[in-house]
């Protein structure tokens, strides 16, 4: 608990993370109110407005793009006393590394809850505000809303945990970040366009995601683009499952391989 509350105070001090919460609430609260605000059946090519089931959840999937940033941030996290130079020090006043890097784990997943937590509400606000100013009744109760806002409020909370898994394996601050986001916005893309390959989809973590915020459009524009059967997700409770095994493997990953290794 003490290498916990010590890491929480690195954290807090550390500007970096008030810059993910700030950009939690910018991007995802501003991404939801202004897709809300236009109207998602005046996109290009238009979509189910937010008076309709698919529109709605549409709208609320296209958050997990985002993801981007939690797993950039634990990537930097995991590296950065690395490339500061400051892990030998840590190091020797705590020389237990399994327990230090278990209380940076913790302190992370913490993070990360926290940043799901303020994308859900920020994205929450503006969607309500936006849909409210404009008169539009939304296609879901209220509850489920804000259900599906917390289950992608989770799902960022496990890609920080990836992202610090990365940093973890890679230790040089820059690659672990290209990775990380590379593998988000090329990677993935990439395998949804192979007709075949892409039936792996469902089990990469954007298509856990996917399943657990029952986000099928882009599945389905691909498939329909490659004219190809529809690429079936998991069911949610799967999907989520999937996502924990993801976060589990990061964490072994963020704590067994810097314990053989050189802090230097």
């Not at 910018?26 to 309709?52: Q, S």
């Not at 993070?111 to 849909?131: C, E, K, Q």
């Not at 469902?202 to 399943?211: D, K, Q, S, V």
Request: aromatic fraction near 6%; include cysteine.
């Amino acid at each position: 608990m003490n290498l916990i509350r010590a890491e929480l105070r690195r954290v807090l001090a550390t500007r970096m993370w008030t810059g993910l919460l700030l950009a939690a609430v910018a991007l995802d609260g501003g991404l939801v109110g202004l897709m809300a605000l236009v109207g998602p059946e005046n996109f290009d090519p238009p979509m189910p407005g937010l008076h309709t089931e698919e529109g709605l959840r549409s709208i609320l999937g296209i958050l997990g793009f985002t993801a981007f940033v939690p797993a950039a941030a634990g990537a930097l996290a995991a590296t950065s006393e690395y490339r500061h130079g400051t892990a030998a020090v840590t190091f020797m006043f705590a020389p237990r590394r399994g327990r230090v890097l278990a209380a940076k784990l913790a302190t992370h997943a913490i993070v990360g809850l926290g940043y799901g937590i303020a994308l859900a509400g920020s994205a929450a606000v503006a969607l309500f505000t936006v849909a409210a100013a404009r008169g539009v009744s939304l296609g879901l109760p209220a509850p489920t809303v804000l259900a599906l806002l917390a289950r992608i409020g989770v799902a960022m909370a496990v890609y920080l945990l990836v992202g610090t898994g990365v940093g973890a394996l890679l230790r040089n601050q820059v690659a672990a970040v290209c990775v990380v986001v590379g593998y988000l916005y090329l990677a993935e893309p990439v395998l949804m366009m192979i007709p075949g390959v892409n039936a792996l989809y469902p089990l990469l973590p954007g298509g856990a995601t996917a399943a657990l915020t029952d986000f099928t459009y882009v599945a389905d524009a691909m498939s329909a683009q490659l004219g190809s059967d529809a690429v079936a997700l998991l069911p949610p409770a799967a999907g989520a499952l999937l996502l924990t095994g993801y976060a589990l493997a990061a964490a072994a990953l963020a704590v067994v391989v810097p314990m053989r290794r050189d802090i230097t």
